[in-house]
């Protein structure tokens, strides 16, 4: 498994996971929109720290050069 993931990318999915969160946490206050954006979060956290994201691998995509 080779990193498709550029670093700016990373840092990028971090900031919008967190909002993702933090939007679902306190605006939507986890209703069923809100436990979505918060699984989209979660994702996304996972694929940034791990600099694998299997949709770009599965479109033949890379950020990472």
């Known amino acids: 498994m080779a990193l498709?993931?550029?670093?700016?990318d990373r840092i990028a999915r971090l900031i919008v996971a967190v909002?993702?969160?933090l939007l679902s946490a306190f605006i939507l206050r986890f209703?069923?929109?809100?436990?979505?954006?918060?699984?989209?979060?979660v994702?996304?956290?996972l694929t940034s720290l791990i600099?694998?994201?299997p949709l770009y691998?599965?479109?033949?995509?890379?950020?990472k050069r």
């Open 4 to 8: 498709n993931m550029a670093g700016w």
């Open 19 to 21: 909002v993702l969160i």
């Open 31 to 41: 209703n069923t929109l809100g436990i979505v954006l918060t699984v989209i979060g």
């Open 43 to 45: 994702i996304f956290i």
């Open 51 to 53: 600099g694998w994201c």
């Open 57 to 63: 691998a599965l479109i033949g995509f890379r950020t």
